[in-house]
């Protein structure tokens, strides 16, 4: 004769895992409130500068007036600490929150750059030889974390700068569904066009608006004289925008000054000056601040 | 997981943890009717995958703390990444930075940026100033004998 077992909610207690994770996306949910805009700013290829004009980007808009905040959620090459200028120090926790770095320009910043021991790759606790069953899940984890424990305050937009890869645009759409859009990062070559148009495509897949294609490393600019050479072949940003109807928001050159001006942490000083790459980073900014007031204007934090 | 004493029909009660090693978790029931034990040996793995999802095992008993997986799961993370600034009166002064002094850090080099701003927080922290404020720099040259910083 068979047992009469009860079943699992006939019993008392349990661990509620539905509900925690539920509670997971509410915190993120809640936090994002208070900011207008979320833009992912993608390549899908690495080596094309995308950290490197999601820096200058954001010192852009935050010299235009604007609350910026930037998520580098390149968990395993994090470089936004030194291309804005943050001295990694202490992040003061209270109320539950992570205060973020801020540079001189006022940007908000989080990054694992910030709490990684110097020279040292981000590593998990995790059993020797398994941690490929769980790393994907702890590096989504760390993400929500950023966006969910950060005390970002009101802010204008919040600029997240993706990977290498499409992986984590489908996380970050996962977690802000109502994404203001990406901004999709190339050089001129055939290759990175390639990368980049699976990235646009799944974008456009999935409903997010693609603001525009930056075209990066467009010639080079010689220091000396300043006239613009090239530098590589092809056209991947006109093609991709006539593949996707996107337009090319600005093609900016590969500038020793602006390398040196993000190397030196020192971008702000960089952007009051006058010369021809800077009025290309100004015109970036100010596209992409359309977009910001329109989202703010939809009252996308009411 | 949950446990039924099957003599009994009743819900086991849990007793205790264990962590006896190897990523094991060790959880203990007894029958509160015929005091029975029984013990819930997870898969290390299995454990480990839920705990990455930031979910607690047996549901959770206190909020969640910011940062609480990134926190517990980096290995290589800095031991200073994190100041409480709730901390009781009395412990350590939390510095803050104002907006002039931020800008005129800014004009130090970068590679020794780091190092004279920790010089002045620490003069700072020690002197119980809140606010490092261009007034303060210029005292803390003058103090520490740090002319040209």
Same mark, same amino acid.
């Given at each position: 004769?068979?047992?009469?077992?009860?079943?699992?909610?006939?019993?008392? $207690?349990?661990?509620?895992?539905?509900?925690?994770?539920?509670?997971?996306?509410?915190?993120?949910?809640?936090?994002?409130?208070?900011?207008?805009?979320?833009?992912?700013?993608?390549?899908?290829?690495?080596?094309?500068?995308?950290?490197?004009?999601?820096?200058? !980007?954001?010192?852009?808009?935050?010299?235009?007036?604007?609350?910026?905040?930037?998520?580098?959620?390149?968990?395993?090459?994090?470089?936004?600490?030194?291309?804005?200028?943050?001295?990694?120090?202490? !992040?003061?926790?209270?109320?539950?929150?992570?205060?973020?770095?801020?540079?001189?320009?006022?940007?908000?910043?989080?990054?694992?750059?910030?709490?990684?021991?110097?020279?040292?790759?981000?590593?998990?606790?995790?059993?020797?030889?398994?941690?490929?069953?769980?790393?994907?899940?702890?590096?989504?984890?760390?993400?929500?974390?950023?966006?969910?424990?950060?005390?970002?305050?009101?802010?204008?937009?919040?600029?997240?700068?993706?990977?290498?890869?499409?992986?984590? !645009?489908?996380?970050?759409?996962?977690?802000?569904?109502?994404?203001?859009?990406?901004?999709?990062?190339?050089?001129?070559?055939?290759?990175?066009?390639?990368?980049?148009?699976?990235?646009?495509?799944?974008?456009?897949?999935?409903?997010?608006?693609?603001?525009?294609?930056?075209?990066?490393?467009?010639?080079?600019?010689? $220091?000396?004289?300043?006239?613009?050479?090239?530098?590589?072949?092809?056209?991947?940003?006109? %093609?991709?925008?006539?593949?996707?109807?996107?337009?090319?928001?600005?093609?900016?050159?590969?500038?020793?000054?602006?390398?040196?001006?993000?190397? %030196?942490?020192?971008?702000?000083?960089?952007?009051?000056?006058?010369?021809?790459?800077?009025?290309?980073?100004?015109?970036?900014?100010?596209?992409?601040?359309?977009?910001?007031?329109?989202?703010?204007?939809?009252?996308?934090?009411? | 997981?949950?446990?039924?004493?099957?003599?009994?029909?009743?819900?086991?009660?849990?007793?205790?943890?264990?962590?006896?090693?190897?990523?094991?978790?060790?959880?203990?029931?007894?029958?509160?009717?015929?005091?029975?034990?029984?013990?819930?040996?997870?898969?290390?793995?299995?454990?480990?995958?839920?705990?990455?999802?930031?979910?607690?095992?047996?549901?959770?008993?206190?909020?969640?703390?910011?940062?609480? $997986?990134?926190?517990?799961?980096?290995?290589?993370?800095?031991?200073?990444?994190?100041?409480?600034?709730?901390?009781?009166?009395?412990?350590?002064?939390?510095?803050?930075?104002?907006?002039?002094?931020?800008?005129?850090?800014?004009?130090?080099?970068?590679?020794?940026?780091?190092?004279?701003?920790?010089?002045?927080? %620490?003069?700072?922290?020690?002197?119980?100033?809140?606010?490092?404020?261009?007034?303060?720099?210029?005292?803390?040259?003058?103090?520490?004998?740090?002319?040209?910083?």
């Amino acid at each position: 004769m068979p047992l009469e077992i009860r079943t699992y909610n006939e019993l008392e $207690g349990g661990a509620d895992l539905g509900d925690q994770v539920a509670r997971q996306q509410q915190r993120v949910d809640h936090r994002l409130e208070s900011i207008a805009a979320v833009i992912a700013v993608m390549s899908g290829k690495g080596g094309v500068g995308k950290s490197l004009v999601t820096a200058a !980007l954001a010192t852009a808009l935050a010299s235009s007036g604007r609350r910026v905040g930037v998520v580098d959620a390149d968990l395993n090459g994090p470089s936004l600490v030194r291309l804005l200028g943050v001295e990694p120090e202490a !992040l003061p926790t209270s109320g539950g929150s992570v205060e973020p770095a801020r540079t001189i320009d006022g940007i908000a910043l989080m990054s694992m750059g910030l709490l990684v021991r110097d020279g040292e790759a981000l590593g998990w606790r995790e059993p020797e030889g398994a941690g490929f069953v769980w790393r994907g899940a702890q590096e989504r984890g760390a993400l929500r974390e950023f966006l969910a424990d950060v005390a970002w305050g009101e802010l204008d937009l919040l600029l997240v700068d993706l990977p290498p890869g499409t992986g984590r !645009l489908v996380e970050l759409h996962e977690m802000v569904p109502d994404l203001a859009g990406t901004v999709a990062v190339t050089i001129p070559t055939p290759a990175s066009g390639d990368a980049v148009a699976r990235s646009i495509e799944l974008s456009r897949r999935r409903g997010i608006e693609v603001v525009g294609i930056v075209s990066n490393m467009e010639g080079a600019r010689c $220091g000396a004289c300043g006239v613009i050479g090239p530098l590589h072949s092809g056209s991947a940003a006109d %093609e991709l925008a006539e593949r996707f109807d996107a337009p090319v928001i600005a093609r900016i050159p590969l500038d020793p000054a602006l390398g040196r001006a993000a190397d %030196e942490g020192a971008l702000g000083r960089w952007l009051a000056g006058t010369d021809d790459t800077r009025a290309r980073i100004v015109e970036l900014a100010e596209t992409v601040g359309r977009v910001v007031d329109a989202a703010r204007r939809a009252g996308r934090s009411a | 997981m949950k446990f039924l004493c099957v003599d009994c029909d009743e819900q086991m009660a849990f007793e205790e943890r264990q962590l006896p090693g190897d990523g094991t978790l060790a959880a203990v029931f007894r029958c509160p009717a015929c005091n029975r034990m029984t013990a819930m040996l997870t898969n290390p793995m299995e454990t480990q995958l839920v705990s990455s999802l930031g979910v607690k095992v047996g549901g959770r008993t206190v909020p969640e703390a910011p940062f609480e $997986g990134i926190r517990g799961g980096v290995a290589s993370g800095r031991d200073d990444a994190f100041e409480d600034a709730d901390a009781a009166p009395g412990g350590p002064v939390r510095v803050t930075w104002s907006v002039e002094a931020i800008e005129r850090l800014g004009n130090v080099p970068t590679f020794v940026r780091g190092m004279v701003k920790k010089i002045y927080t %620490e003069y700072a922290k020690e002197r119980s100033i809140e606010e490092i404020t261009p007034e303060i720099m210029d005292r803390a040259r003058t103090d520490l004998g740090l002319e040209g910083m």
